[in-house]
């Protein structure tokens, strides 16, 4: 992963200039560009066993959200107030939440954001992305850590309050975790490959 930092010392428009270097930036196809703390990061794209993962959960999710919302892999949520610009891996918005143009949709907009944990940048999805997420008023955060110390593990958070989620539930991969309405759904983790 590289970063490139912004001097916002001169402009006052700190969240506009790293927004327009988050736009230019020229990455190789299929890297991620985000915005975390108001740093522009560049990660090459998942491994193969992150793809698994991502489309077991996608699956599930599709039985469970109304006809108007989708699920996407590539939608940037924004959250300015914390200089950041996530891509979630999986996030699910009411369609009409990306009526707008532009290449994101505020936080707020989303329903559920998904991160699942590379080995290189783990702590990106514990830390500050979890706050993130919080503090953009995202109703549920689910967090799939396959590189969780001792064995891979599942976390449901929800309900948040000042920039800080409640967690509401930690299940180890092979286990079952529900995620409450409106999706009204438990994923199966039991297939989940690990590392």
């Known amino acids: 992963m590289s970063a490139l930092t912004v001097d916002h010392s001169a ?17 190789p196809e299929g890297c ?4 975390i703390e108001g740093i522009v990061t560049v990660s ?10 991502t489309d077991m959960v996608q699956r599930q999710l599709y039985t469970a959200i109304p006809d108007d919302w989708g699920i996407y892999q590539t939608l940037s949520v924004a959250i300015p107030s914390r200089m950041g610009m996530f891509i979630p891996d999986l996030v699910v918005a009411p369609r009409a939440a990306l009526d707008e143009p532009g290449h994101a949709i505020p936080a707020a907009a989303a329903e559920l954001a998904v991160e699942i944990t590379s080995k290189s ?8 992305k979890l706050h993130g997420y919080a503090t953009g008023g995202v109703p549920f955060y ?13 976390t449901l ?3 948040p309050r000042n920039s800080l989620y409640r967690v509401l ?5 092979g286990e ?10 438990t994923l199966d983790t039991s297939a989940f490959p690990v590392g």
Do not use: C, Q
Not at 142 to 154: F, K, Q, V, Y
Not at 176 to 185: E, M, N, Q, R, S
């Open 11 to 27: 402009s006052g428009h700190e969240w506009d200039d790293v927004v327009r270097i988050w736009e230019e930036t020229d990455a």
């Open 32 to 35: 991620k560009v985000e915005i």
């Open 44 to 53: 090459p794209g998942p491994a193969n066993h992150h793809n698994s993962i």
């Open 121 to 128: 940048n783990a702590n990106h999805d514990r830390v500050e």
């Open 142 to 154: 689910l967090l799939l850590d396959s590189w969780h110390t001792g064995r891979p593990t599942a």
């Open 157 to 159: 958070y929800g309900e």
């Open 169 to 173: 539930d930690t299940v180890k991969y």
């Open 176 to 185: 079952g975790i529900h995620l409450p309405a409106p999706f009204d759904v």
